[in-house]
């Protein structure tokens, strides 16, 4: 029953914190949603956001086309500064998009999608939003909404203020771990002292993944215990993993659910074998970080310390563990 509580709590809190959204996470995530709902390798433009604030619509333009194209799965259309001031005074013009201004678009451009977006305020929060249109029929493809409180949010107060955030260098985002989740799929080989594993994470939203594993633990110590046994442990386990990114970052922690078999061998005492085992369910808090090698969400390492709990709990069954995994995410 304790397990149990301990586990809807821990589950509580995942739904809690992803709620919380920053301007940020906001152009993120959008950009990570469009690029599962938008075919791969076809070409979009970001050609217009209103909001109360210039500044934050340059911002929101420019960091958007800035994922995508770290996403690498579809192709962003960057358009110059007066290009872009152009188009988007006939659109003021027209004032709306209508299906034969969004095919001239397209025509002009050599793009098969649009993307528009807004941020307006809705009560106490900023609502946005951001629409991703096709240029043959018109129709909305891809839509990402979000809220956001800008009393906890200084970036998009300094924006909606009328200043100008500080940027951060394209080396200090990477060092930062700013970008770490703008991949979709994370694999890993894990190696550690005692075993190896595999690991697949896909990202739900920048802060949230699912994923899972299978490892094989495997230790031959001979530390004595027994005046005249040894000492071996080893254990096979197949987890659904639920991970979250606190901050955006590159720093999780996890909560594993899977089907473990462990056993520990003592040896002999006297003329008698010594084992114990474990088969079954068990949950596995987890805490670790990633290490991108190169580009974000390219090459990266991975450490983490994993603590499998089974229903029966003893000093030796079910040990913690460390691993050290190097992947590749796309």
């Known amino acids: 029953m304790k397990k ?3 586990f809807a ?7 809690s914190l992803i709620n919380a959204q920053t301007l940020d996470e906001a152009i993120l995530a959008a950009a990570i949603k469009m690029g599962r709902d938008l075919p ?24 958007l086309n800035g994922n995508i194209l770290r996403n690498r799965r579809i192709l962003p259309v960057i358009l110059e500064q007066d290009q872009l001031q152009n188009l988007q005074s006939d659109l003021n013009k ?15 451009l050599g793009i098969e999608y649009i993307i528009t977006g807004s941020l307006e305020l809705v009560d106490i929060e900023y609502k946005f939003l951001l629409n991703a249109v096709d240029t043959v029929n018109a129709e909305i493809k891809s839509q990402y909404t979000a809220s956001i409180n800008f009393r906890n949010d200084q970036k998009l107060s300094s924006l909606l ?12 985002r990477q060092s930062s ?15 550690n002292v005692i075993g190896i594993g595999l690991t697949y994470e896909r990202m739900l939203t920048p802060k949230l993944s699912l994923g899972g594993n299978i490892y094989y633990l495997v ?63 068990a949950i596995s808090p987890e805490i670790g970080w990633k290490i991108d090698t190169g580009n974000p969400g390219g090459f990266f390492l991975e450490t983490c310390i994993k603590i499998p709990i089974s229903g029966r709990i003893t000093p ?12 590749w995410a796309f």
């Open 9 to 15: 709590f821990f589950w509580f809190m995942f739904i």
């Open 161 to 172: 203020r009328g200043g100008a955030p500080l940027r951060l260098s394209s080396s200090s």
């Open 219 to 281: 230790t031959n110590l001979l530390p004595q215990f027994f005046a005249d046994g040894e000492y071996s442990y080893d254990e096979v386990g197949v987890d659904l993993t639920f991970r979250f990114y606190p901050w955006g970052k590159t720093f999780f922690i996890g909560l594993s659910l899977g089907y473990h078999s462990a056993s520990i061998y003592y040896g002999y005492i006297g003329w008698q074998e010594i084992t114990e085992s474990f088969l079954g369910i």
């Open 40 to 63: 791969a390798n076809t070409k979009v433009s970001v050609i217009n956001f209103t909001s109360p604030s210039e500044n934050l619509n340059k911002y929101v333009i420019d960091e």
């Open 177 to 191: 771990g700013k970008l770490a989740n703008v991949k979709n799929n994370w694999i890993s080989a894990n190696l």
């Open 316 to 327: 030796e069954l079910f040990i913690p563990f460390p691993y050290i995994g190097l992947g």
């Open 94 to 108: 027209d004032d709306l998009l209508n299906t034969e201004s969004i095919q001239n678009i397209g025509q002009l």
């Open 4 to 6: 149990m509580l301990f």
